[in-house]
């Protein structure tokens, strides 16, 4: 659950979350957010390989949050069990799903992505592990005295998209997560959830095709069509 702290929100851009990224220490050079087009196999085939990450922007509604909600129940009831190497944090800021989802995106591919020494990605992602969610969420509301602090970043992102942003204070019903391959499993990560989602098998090479299956679904179950789809990919040679 979000805190008293908002900022403004970020536009689901490619561009605004590539000049993100930059900021926090990632070669956009390497890897770099697209636009996924469309969920069929002809339009995924247009988007670059191979994929780390897709975030999806989606609007919020009553039924969207009574269903997290059961499937949250759900998963404590069962006792389902997240995988350690998942990293997975609480949004405790209102309007930074957005940020939260491209650090989802991020912590779960540090391998491929190496962040620049110095950079707030890399001194972020090294005070952090080890923390539980809830602790990676007051962290990055709270940096403590010396610690990088991303809401430069991230009002500067919001101030750059192609239309003039929403106010810091303003109700906004769209919303971003992630949702990212680990060790043989799909998963979705929000903030504003009780724990990682389970979405089933995945690998490297189906990601975008098994999360496009996931978006499909919220799509099926939404009566708006204001959804927006962006992956994290290897930079194409003429990117």
Sequence with gaps: MAGE????????????LNEFISK???????YSFSDVFGLDEELLAMVPQPVVAVV??????????ALAKTEDE????????????VFYMKQT?????????VLHSIGNNLEQLSPAAGSFCA????????MSPAEVGRYLEHPPAGA???????QAAAAGGDTAPPGADEEVNLHFVALVHRNGQLWELDGRRGAPVCRGPSSP???????AKVVKDFVSRSNSLNFNVLALTQTPADG
Aim: charge should be negative.
């Design 5 to 16: 702290k908002k900022w403004i929100p970020l536009e689901s851009n490619p561009d605004v």
């Design 24 to 30: 926090l220490g990632i070669d956009a050079a390497k």
């Design 56 to 65: 999806m922007c989606y609007p919020i509604t009553d039924e969207s949050d």
């Design 74 to 85: 759900e998963q404590v009831a069962k006792g389902v069990a997240v995988d350690p190497q």
């Design 93 to 101: 800021i209102g309007n930074a799903c957005g940020t939260i989802a």
């Design 123 to 130: 001194q972020f992602f090294g005070a952090t592990g080890g």
């Design 148 to 154: 990088p602090d991303i809401e430069e970043a991230h």
């Design 205 to 211: 090479d189906t990601l975008l095709a098994d999360a």
